[in-house]
C-alpha cells in the first residue's frame, strides 16, 4: 500500500516567512510524528499524535513552531518567522500505535535564506 | 536525560565480512528497539524491530537485544556494497503521554568491493 507522503519535497524560503509542511500518514495509522534532521546533526523528536491530539508539545524547538492534525490523518507543521537555524530536513513518520514501527516519509528539504 | 549511544564509526569492511554495530540506551524502561538504514539524501529505513530479550533474524539481519545490559546489536552477514549507508539505533521512549523515538547519531557503515 502507500507509504507515508510529504509535501512539499524542498521548500526555499526567506528569513521571517512563513512556511508549512505537510504529511499525509499511512491509511488507518493513528499515531504520526514529527522529527527534525539537521545537516551532519541526528535526528531530533518535535511532536506526536494520537488522533488528532498531541499530549505534550515541548518538543517543539520553539513557539514559532505548531502542528496541527485532523480528521485523525493529514498533519501540518507550521514554522512562522523563519530563521536561517531552521534549515533542515523535516521528517514525518507514522505508526499503527505508539508502541509499533515507525515508517517515515520521504522528508520535506526547507531552506532558509 | 535519557540517551542512546552508538559506536561513531564510521565502519569499514570488506565484501563479504560480517558488520557489527552496537547500541546503548540509558531508559531503563523502554521496551521497543528498532534499526533503521539511511542513505545518504534519503529518509530512515526500517531494517529491523526487536521487542525481546534474545536475538532476531531476518535474512543477512540479526538483532540482538539485552536489556539488562541496556543493549542492542545489529549484525549484517555476508556484507554488500549495497549496505553501506548510516545505520540509526532507535528506542521506543514513552514520558507521560508522550511517545517518541530517540535516536542514536548512526554509525556509517561501508562495504568495499
Known amino acids: 500500500g502507500a507509504g507515508v507522503s510529504q509535501s512539499p519535497s524542498n521548500k526555499v524560503t526567506e528569513k521571517g516567512k512563513d512556511v508549512e509542511l505537510r504529511c499525509d500518514p499511512i491509511?488507518?495509522?493513528?499515531?504520526l510524528y514529527w522529527y527534525r534532521q539537521s545537516l551532519g546533526q541526528g535526528l531530533e523528536f518535535l511532536i506526536y499524535?494520537?488522533?488528532?491530539?498531541?499530549?505534550?508539545k515541548s518538543g517543539l524547538p520553539s513557539d514559532r513552531f505548531s502542528a496541527e492534525r485532523t480528521g485523525g490523518s493529514v498533519s501540518t507543521l507550521t514554522i512562522q518567522r523563519t530563521q536561517q537555524e531552521d534549515s533542515a530536513v523535516y521528517l514525518c513518520a507514522s505508526s499503527p500505535d505508539p508502541t509499533d514501527t515507525q515508517y517515515f516519509g520521504p522528508g520535506t528539504r526547507l531552506t532558509v535564506l | 536525560q535519557k540517551e542512546v549511544e552508538q559506536n561513531s564509526g564510521p565502519l569499514s569492511v570488506p565484501e563479504g565480512a560480517i558488520a557489527s554495530l552496537n547500541c546503548t540506551y540509558s531508559d531503563r524502561v523502554s521496551q521497543s528497539f528498532f534499526w533503521y538504514r539511511q542513505y545518504s539524501g534519503k529518509s530512515p529505513e526500517l531494517i529491523m524491530s526487536i521487542y525481546s530479550n534474545g536475538d532476531k533474524e531476518d535474512g543477512r539481519f540479526t538483532a540482538q537485544l539485552n536489556k539488562a545490559s541496556q543493549y542492542v546489536s545489529l549484525l549484517i552477514r555476508d556484507s554488500q556494497p549495497s549496505d553501506s549507508a548510516t545505520y540509526l539505533c532507535?528506542?521506543?521512549?514513552?514520558?507521560?503521554?508522550?511517545?517518541?523515538?530517540?535516536f542514536g547519531k548512526g554509525t556509517l557503515l561501508t562495504v568495499n568491493p
Open positions: 491509511s488507518g495509522h493513528t499515531a
Open positions: 499524535f494520537q488522533g488528532n491530539s498531541a499530549p505534550d
Open positions: 532507535a528506542v521506543n521512549q514513552r514520558g507521560g503521554s508522550n511517545y517518541k523515538l530517540t
